[in-house]
């Protein structure tokens, strides 16, 4: 008679995680033009909420205003050199 044990179990992995490694795993497939759009576009995404949140559209769960804060670690674009358009 064999022994008749249940075979291992692998570890249940978080739905969150997972959507995280695939959306990493796409951005790696995609060319150096199409990595640039996306975060260029990401950006976009950040200045209108920092907008929305300077005006007031978001608020904590208590009903009181979001404090307008910028967000750490997002440059705005530099303007182009006036010298070299001359």
Known sequence: MA?????PRE????PWEEHNRSQLR?????SLREKM????GMADV???????????????TSGE???ARPIAGVRE???PNDKDSE
């Open 77 to 79: 674009p530099s303007p």
């Open 65 to 67: 205003p979001a404090q």
């Open 26 to 30: 796409y951005f790696r497939s995609l």
């Open 11 to 14: 570890p249940e992995r978080d």
């Open 3 to 7: 022994d008749e044990r249940p075979a």
């Open 37 to 40: 759009r996306a975060v260029e």
């Open 46 to 60: 950040l200045r209108r909420f920092e907008e929305m949140r300077a005006r007031g559209e978001f608020t904590y």
